[in-house]
């Protein structure tokens, strides 16, 4: 394995004279920041800096541990991790309220840069991304000239860090990557595959979870070299089509190609939830943030010229257990108020009084494009009163015109979706 | 008003003028919430490496309730999209607290939308 763990400060100079010509075999990058929202709040604030902290939504609130700083992480705190957990493991713990603006924007301008070297850039999260440099790189002295400038760009602009794997393709990227966290940089050659593979444990490849895990196990499969010599007709009759795909896996193969994120596939649904300050049964605070909700996925909708037929609610009670029922409408909407019908609608058929309500979700499927032309969009009369609002809206900010009951609203979770994507590039000059 | 979290952010509207202003205080940070217009000096520059519209201004001092801040460090910028307006967070220190200094580039003007400290 020679060729892992390089160090960030390796010779630079040595780097820029080697002559990289196109390399035969795909070169994939995969980048990660370290302990991103973590990292971005210490930088913001120096005295945070060498302490544990934890980034939350709220810290007051019912949320999660969202990222916490490497100095919280050696304590044992996790992501996903309960504020109550974390204070358990780690009782000086300091709290801070996430700044989504702050964390999107940096993303942004950090995948601007990403550009500059490669256009095949996909995006797997606010925090990680996968470039593909087969055809690029040598234009930038090759794979670990681009990774160090990528390196020296983030710490410059941001004080941030990232670890980076270089592989032949995602799967391994991603997984060389987190071999040497933080400040990491490690590269694994295709001829280095199958010695890594050999005794690597199955659930440190990325797609095997818990329950994948125990299956393998329980076939005798610990290791991905157990994996990938096991036979594929046995794997597939467990595992369906999956079964291939897992043998491929455990070698250490993975053809998925890195795919940029304007090119991913379409939107299939929208939705919003949120989670109750305090469980409820008050039909009219239920009423209200279904309302919000509704609202919200009316106005994502509209502006992505989105309408959709099939209206989902989602009801977790104070005990977790979740329901989920759905509605398809003969029409096409896009208006907030309708799907706020459909929803109390489908709540007074999904609500068992007096129980405890924690959270609530609501979600347009079924969705089409550019239908407002068509004589199946419902509610087109209220379509000029509607880009009148949202025009407002847009100027002013989001419920800067609301419906009177959204007087009082909760003001909305400081969260970032998971399928969140940068919108219009920022601009960038190298 | 005291409450048990730590770090609160201002990003949500809060009363201008300081009889708005919120003390959110733990034994770690401190963080005084507000929204009051500053009188702000800084650099813009739009020559020589740069990558970033956040790039081209720097805060360089501001007074704020008649007292004169020079600033030490420009510790993070940020960029926001409110409505039509873009507006730029600069965290600045001092080089005993962390102000949040917030420049709209529509209405062009300076705010003070929170203080942090130890």
Redesign the interface.
């Known amino acids: 394995m020679t060729g892992f763990g390089i160090g960030v400060g390796m010779n630079r100079s040595a780097i820029a004279s080697r002559q990289s010509p196109i390399p035969r075999e795909r070169v994939v990058m995969h980048v990660d920041m370290d302990a991103f929202f973590a990292s ?2 210490q ?6 800096r060498g ?1 544990p902290i934890g980034v939350c939504g ?3 609130g019912r949320t999660v541990i969202a990222a916490a700083s490497y100095e919280a992480k050696r304590r044992g705190v996790k992501t996903a991790m309960t504020i109550p957990e974390a204070r358990k493991l780690c009782p000086e713990i ?6 989504p ?2 964390y999107v ?2 993303s942004t ?1 950090i995948l601007a840069l990403y550009a500059t070297f490669t256009d095949l850039v996909e995006v797997f999260s606010i925090d990680e991304a996968f470039l593909d440099v087969t055809q690029t790189a040598h234009l930038f002295h090759g794979p670990e000239a681009v990774a160090h400038s990528i390196k020296d760009f983030i710490k410059e ?3 941030l860090t990232c670890s980076i794997g270089i592989a032949p393709n995602k799967l391994l990227a991603k997984l060389s990557g987190e071999m040497h966290k933080p400040d990491g940089l490690t590269i694994v050659s295709q001829c280095e595959v199958a010695a890594l593979m050999e005794d690597l444990l199955v659930q440190e490849l990325c797609g095997i979870g818990p329950k994948t895990q125990e299956k393998l196990n329980r076939l005798g499969i610990k290791t991905c070299g157990e994996l990938g010599r096991y036979p594929e007709k046995q794997l597939t009759g467990i595992f369906g089509i999956n079964g291939s795909h897992l043998k491929r896996m455990g070698q250490g193969n993975d053809e998925n190609p890195v795919l940029p994120y304007v090119h991913e596939p379409a939107t299939k649904s929208m939705g919003h939830s949120f989670t109750l300050e305090k469980d409820t049964r008050d039909l009219d605070e239920i009423r209200r943030h279904l309302l919000q909700l509704s609202e919200q996925v009316g106005r994502r909708l509209r502006k992505d010229n989105f309408a959709g037929r099939t209206v989902s609610l989602v009801l977790r009670y104070a005990d977790f257990s979740t329901f989920i029922k759905q509605h398809s409408l003969k029409n096409y909407i896009d208006d907030g108020l309708r799907i706020h019908q459909v929803g109390m609608k489908l709540f007074g058929e999904l609500y068992q009084p007096p129980r405890l309500v924690r959270l609530l979700g609501i979600s347009v499927s079924g969705l089409v494009r550019n239908l407002k032309q068509t004589t199946a969009f419902e509610n087109s009369r209220a379509g000029s009163l509607f880009e009148s609002l949202d025009s407002v ?5 989001e419920f ?1 015109v609301a419906r009177a009951r959204l007087q009082e609203r909760t ?1 909305a979770p ?1 969260v970032i979706s998971p399928s969140w994507r940068p919108g219009a590039p ?5 | 008003m005291s409450t048990s979290g730590a770090l609160q952010t201002s990003f949500w509207p809060v009363e201008d003028s300081s009889a708005g202003e919120v003390e959110l205080e733990e034994a770690e940070v401190t963080h005084h919430r507000l929204s009051e217009n500053v009188k702000v000096y800084a650099i813009y520059n739009e020559t020589g490496d740069r990558k970033f519209p956040h790039d081209k201004l720097r805060p360089i001092m501001f007074i704020w309730r008649n007292r004169e801040y020079r600033v030490q460090d420009v510790t993070y910028v940020w960029r926001e999209i409110q409505g039509q307006a873009e507006v730029y967070h600069f965290a600045v220190s001092d080089g005993a607290n962390v102000f949040e200094l917030s420049y709209n580039a529509k209405a062009l003007d300076w705010t003070i939308t929170g203080t942090y400290s130890e």
């Open positions: 971005v709040e930088q913001t604030f120096p005295f945070l302490k709220d810290p007051d300091i709290l801070v309220s996430g700044h603006a702050k924007d940096t301008r602009h941001f004080g809206n847009d100027k002013y900010g800067s003001p400081r920022t601009p960038v000059t190298r």
